[in-house]
């Protein structure tokens, strides 16, 4: 089974030997894709919606591996209590949906190794959630499909809480600068039209949330240009 690159990078993360939530499981291509590559030892497949979740369990009973992968009926990780996992994947869903996800279910998140997060949106406001409720972010990468960039974090709960990162790491993630990731450019580029796109919509107004919001697109492009200016 081939993957998309979104997902590929999604289960790079995966730790062999893992046991994995996969939550928001869809079809079930990634549990698939884990056990079929001898990568996690037991996958829980859950999704709230059970339109998706029967499509995952076709595809477990496709490839003969309902003793590997488990399908849970749930919203978010309720569905998980008292289970054993070693690492959480979220993959699909907006960065504020995720966060309420960790929130709500936080007991069981902090108990976990590691978590794999894809967000689809709010990636500054999922990275803002992580770093000031005590998870350390200890690796980021890239996926691109088409013309569009995913971004993927590896994350995990110490305890210490982080509000010191500058407004464009909480966007694109010190992770990913400090690899120097060859998709980066590509984000950058994105950013930086959306940011001056912002400038020119809000340079004939004159309000106070319009003055803000000139101040922001002036400051995230020019932290752009320097993150630009090192790789």
Not at 84 to 104: F, H
Not at 110 to 121: F, R
Not at 215 to 231: D, G, P, S, W
């Amino acid at each position: 089974m081939k993957l998309t690159n979104r997902l590929q990078a999604t289960a790079d993360f995966i730790e062999k030997g893992s046991i994995v939530a996969d939550i928001g499981t869809d079809h079930g291509y990634l549990p698939v894709y884990l056990i079929k590559n001898n990568i996690a030892k037991h996958v829980y497949a859950s999704d709230i919606n059970k339109g998706p979740l029967d499509a995952a369990v076709n595809q477990i009973r496709i490839n003969r591996m309902e003793d590997s992968i488990t399908p849970i009926l749930s919203n978010g990780l309720e569905g998980l209590q008292g289970k054993s996992i070693d690492q959480i994947a979220i993959a699909g869903m907006g960065g504020v949906l995720i966060g309420e996800i960790i929130k709500n279910n936080f007991d069981i998140v902090v108990k976990a190794q590691s978590l794999v997060l894809q967000p689809m949106t709010g990636q500054e406001e999922l990275r803002k959630y992580l770093l000031e409720n005590g998870f350390e972010i200890l690796d980021e990468n890239l996926a691109k499909e088409q013309n569009r960039i995913y971004q993927i974090i590896l994350a995990r709960h110490t305890g210490l809480k982080n509000n010191s990162w500058k407004p464009i790491e909480y966007h694109i993630g010190k992770k990913l600068i400090e690899k120097k990731h060859p998709l980066l450019i590509f984000l950058l580029s994105k950013l930086e039209k959306k940011w001056k796109k912002i400038l020119v919509e809000c340079s004939n107004n004159d309000s106070q949330s319009a003055v803000g919001k000139i101040r922001e697109a002036k400051q995230m492009i020019a932290e752009i240009e320097e993150v630009k200016k090192c790789l």
